[in-house]
């Protein structure tokens, strides 16, 4: 099997925002919320936001997967990536800030109430919070994704703690093959703002094997 977990390094980022474009350029809520255009400084300040959790946020960790018959070096090799937080304390959750190109209102509608579930569901509590994965395209429906979450549950179980995610249609069935379950559904009306159909976020949850 030629695709392998390795660390995510600062170097990793520009191939990694790649990744996550095309990810999720399928995505029909994507030109809702994300209708463009996008000027550099927009690239800069997604940029500059990994670059700070990589260097500052001590509870994120980072990991990609790699193809390891594709040319090249474990850059281009990349195919798929993933961040996870590590909240052993109770998490300072915070909103996030929607650069140009952004639908800011939507995107606010969407990810206030994202986060607002997500504190009703484990605001206080120690948890590992899988934030973020994604696979290129080209790529899905090889296992990269599975190996991301199998990393994520890892970290988890290691710790002895529960694991939560929001999950994309895109990935509920994996999330479900994988242990996890729905605690939630949340429906958000994005149609004021040329949505056809309700934005769709399961909240799951992991509990660790008791050891
Ligand atoms: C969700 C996502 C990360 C999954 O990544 P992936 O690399 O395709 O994941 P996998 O290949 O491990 O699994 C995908 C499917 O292929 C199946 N699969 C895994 N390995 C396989 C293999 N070797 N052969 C055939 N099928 C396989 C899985 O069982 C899964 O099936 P399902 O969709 O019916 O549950 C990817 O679809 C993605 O990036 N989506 C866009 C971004 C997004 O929505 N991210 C957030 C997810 S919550």
Request: charged share 25%.
């Amino acid at each position: 099997m030629p695709l392998e977990l390795r660390g995510f390094t600062l170097a990793d980022l520009p191939r990694g925002l790649e990744i996550e474009k095309l990810a999720y350029a399928p995505n029909p809520f994507t030109p809702v919320l994300f209708p463009g255009p996008f000027p550099e400084e927009a690239k800069k300040i997604r940029s500059e936001y990994f670059i700070k959790t990589l260097e500052e946020d001590k509870t994120a960790r980072h990991v990609k997967v790699i193809d390891t018959e594709i040319e090249g070096d474990e850059n281009e090799q990349m195919i798929a990536w993933a961040k996870v937080h590590v909240h052993k304390e109770p998490p300072k959750l915070t909103p996030r800030v929607f650069g140009p190109g952004s639908n800011v209102e939507a995107c606010e509608k969407l990810w206030g109430d994202i986060l607002a579930q997500r504190t009703r569901l484990v605001g206080e509590n120690p948890h590992v919070c899988r934030n973020r994965s994604m696979t290129h395209p080209t790529q899905q429906g090889r296992g990269a994704g599975t190996m991301l979450i199998q990393w994520a549950l890892g970290q988890a179980q290691e710790l002895s703690l529960p694991a939560y995610l929001e999950a994309s249609p895109d990935g509920h069935s994996l999330y479900l093959k994988n242990g996890f379950q729905d605690v939630d559904l949340l429906e958000t009306d994005l149609r004021q703002w040329g949505a056809k159909d309700m934005h769709k976020t399961w909240n799951m949850m992991w509990y660790p094997k008791e050891v």
